[in-house]
T-cell receptor, first 114, second 111 residues
Framework: GALVYQYPRRTICKSGTSMRMECQAVGFQATSVAWYRQSPQKTFELIALSTVNSAIKYEQNFTQEKFPISHPNLSFSSMTVLNAYLEDRGLYLC??????????FGPGTRLTVL | GEQVEQRPPHLSVREGDSAVIICTYTDPNSYYFFWYKQEPGAGLQLLMKVFSSTEINEGQGFTVLLNKKDKQLSLNLTAAHPGDSAVYFCAVSEGGRALIFGTGTTVSVSP
């Protein structure tokens, strides 16, 4: 079946430092990968959508300078939170889509910023 | 772009009662709809995926209704039990794009 792995599952970083998280699709080819953030007590906000052979599209409150994303092949994507601060804490979800329209979610990377 | 409003934000019910959560979306081109359950400290668990052609969808212990005319998606938990206590999110997609999530509903089921 289709599975999405994310790592690390939990991470802690100091304020002002950067943190990289990864997303791996298994059992299908991830033609697009969406990254979401769930801040504490909030819903899931779309950060950006990366589609193979297209530019990565960032949503209004998120930038490539702050959340650079790499999607080098059909099974892997990574995102870095640069210069993390308290407001960047939360659960970061990766949602990968294959040829169909269902998005498979990973378990998330929970980021704590000290 | 698409906006999804979800209500109520909190719902407390007794075991055995039913609970209804409603999402209202704005984009008439949306044709994939999802309900997810998030338990404390966990990621998302897919409850049901609904296509725009299907108005009534039954799962185990719940029913999902899609009203395209009013652009509403509802989740009806029938005979709630304590294991249903969680945060529930609806999500909407036009297809080929990422999901837009509702604001979430925290459901508490008391014995």
């Amino acid at each position: 079946g289709a599975l999405v792995y994310q790592y690390p599952r939990r991470t802690i970083c100091k304020s002002g430092t950067s943190m990289r998280m990864e997303c791996q699709a298994v059992g299908f080819q991830a033609t697009s990968v969406a990254w979401y953030r769930q801040s504490p007590q909030k819903t899931f906000e779309l950060i950006a959508l990366s589609t193979v052979n297209s530019a990565i599209k960032y949503e209004q409150n998120f930038t490539q300078e702050k959340f650079p994303i790499s999607h080098p092949n059909l099974s892997f994507s990574s995102m870095t939170v640069l210069n993390a601060y308290l407001e960047d804490r939360g659960l970061y979800l990766c949602g990968a889509r294959g040829g169909g329209d269902e998005q498979y979610f990973g378990p998330g990377t929970r980021l704590t910023v000290l | 772009g698409e906006q999804v409003e979800q209500r109520p934000p909190h719902l407390s019910v007794r075991e055995g009662d039913s609970a209804v959560i409603i999402c209202t979306y704005t984009d008439p081109n949306s044709y994939y709809f999802f309900w997810y359950k998030q338990e404390p400290g966990a990621g998302l668990q897919l409850l049901m995926k609904v296509f725009s052609s299907t108005e009534i969808n039954e799962g185990q212990g719940f029913t999902v209704l899609l009203n395209k005319k009013d652009k509403q998606l509802s989740l009806n938990l029938t005979a709630a039990h304590p294991g249903d206590s969680a945060v529930y999110f609806c999500a909407v997609s036009e297809g080929g794009r990422a999901l837009i999530f509702g604001t979430g509903t925290t459901v508490s089921v008391s014995p």
